[in-house]
């Protein structure tokens, strides 16, 4: 569970709230016929927007933003380190077994690769492939969000017309005036709500999540193609711990020497 999604999403409804409590009446932003127009014409766009597979697909997305668990680039490093000293000592074929107790897909299929003695150029191909069709896949998922977030204030905006509308039909009447612009406003409210709180935040989670997984694939792919070299362990540590920034370069070695140990 990612606490930081459901902090941020929770707190955002809380301090709203408590901000219309603060200088209002909670009664008077809550309007069905807004709620309708905002995220049913959110979502009608969007259906237009995407293939029905990929729209359908958005509740794995929106799991993943939740409930996705993401692969330390530490935990990575010791497991390459582990793989090398293998290799090391008994030869690329001994790394078989030690894949098949992998529980990452990608790092187990470039394992499988060098132990069936698959080209060097061909192993970094077939990875770094998988790799731009998995940043395409997150992109989709990603862009799903930030539609959803660019569509919400144009609806919001379409609803306060369509009640500015009813409004003037209604001029003769003074005491409707007031209520009738009340509810034309909630509905950009609505948007602009649904667009900041939810939408645009959670495009932006699923965007960091794809860079940081991206990155420790590359990783991995480092990590194997020097492993399948030949090159020393420490050499292969050298190399991968850049991809840790500084600050934390200490918990990484930590946990390498606690391996070791």
Same mark, same amino acid.
């Given at each position: 569970?990612?606490?930081?999604?459901?902090?941020?999403?929770?707190?955002?409804?809380?301090?709203?709230?408590? /901000?219309?409590? #603060?200088?209002?009446?909670? $009664? %008077? &932003?809550?309007?069905?016929?807004?709620? +309708?127009?905002? =995220?049913? *014409?959110?979502?009608?766009?969007?259906?237009?927007?995407?293939?029905?597979?990929?729209?359908?697909?958005?509740?794995?997305?929106?799991?993943?933003?939740?409930?996705?668990?993401?692969?330390?680039?530490?935990?990575?490093?010791?497991?390459?380190?582990?793989?090398?000293?293998?290799?090391?000592?008994?030869?690329?074929?001994?790394?078989?077994?030690?894949?098949?107790?992998?529980?990452?897909?990608?790092?187990?299929?470039?394992?499988?690769?060098?132990?069936?003695?698959?080209?060097?150029?061909?192993?970094?191909?077939?990875?770094?492939?998988?790799?731009?069709?998995?940043?395409?896949?997150?992109?989709? /998922?990603?862009? #799903?969000?930030?539609?959803? $977030? %660019? &569509?919400?204030?144009?609806?919001?905006? +379409?609803?306060? =017309?369509? *009640?500015?509308?009813?409004?003037?039909?209604?001029?003769?009447?003074?005491?409707?005036?007031?209520?009738?612009?009340?509810?034309?406003?909630?509905?950009?409210?609505?948007?602009?709500?649904?667009?900041?709180?939810?939408?645009?935040?959670?495009?932006?989670?699923?965007?960091?999540?794809?860079?940081?997984?991206?990155?420790?694939?590359?990783?991995?792919?480092?990590?194997?193609?020097?492993?399948?070299?030949?090159?020393?362990?420490?050499?292969?540590?050298?190399?991968?711990?850049?991809?840790?920034?500084?600050?934390?370069?200490?918990?990484?070695?930590?946990?390498?020497?606690?391996?070791?140990?």
């Amino acid at each position: 569970m990612d606490i930081a999604t459901v902090v941020g999403l929770i707190s955002g409804f809380i301090f709203i709230i408590w /901000g219309i409590f #603060i200088s209002g009446e909670i $009664g %008077s &932003f809550i309007d069905i016929p807004s709620i +309708l127009i905002v =995220l049913g *014409g959110t979502l009608a766009s969007t259906l237009i927007s995407y293939p029905i597979k990929s729209f359908l697909g958005t509740s794995k997305v929106v799991k993943n933003a939740f409930l996705q668990k993401e692969i330390s680039p530490d935990n990575v490093i010791v497991e390459i380190i582990q793989l090398a000293n293998v290799a090391r000592k008994e030869g690329l074929l001994s790394l078989e077994e030690f894949g098949e107790k992998v529980d990452d897909e990608f790092l187990k299929k470039g394992i499988m690769l060098i132990v069936d003695g698959t080209d060097p150029e061909l192993v970094r191909n077939i990875l770094e492939t998988e790799l731009v069709f998995l940043e395409e896949r997150h992109t989709e /998922g990603q862009s #799903i969000f930030e539609t959803m $977030g %660019s &569509f919400a204030p144009a609806y919001g905006m +379409l609803g306060t =017309l369509i *009640g500015l509308i009813n409004m003037l039909q209604k001029l003769d009447d003074p005491s409707n005036i007031g209520p009738s612009m009340s509810v034309a406003l909630v509905t950009t409210f609505y948007g602009s709500f649904f667009a900041n709180v939810v939408f645009l935040p959670m495009a932006n989670k699923l965007k960091i999540r794809s860079k940081r997984e991206i990155l420790v694939k590359e990783l991995m792919v480092e990590g194997l193609l020097s492993i399948q070299a030949g090159e020393n362990p420490r050499i292969i540590e050298e190399k991968l711990k850049t991809f840790v920034p500084p600050e934390l370069r200490d918990d990484y070695k930590s946990q390498l020497e606690s391996e070791e140990a």
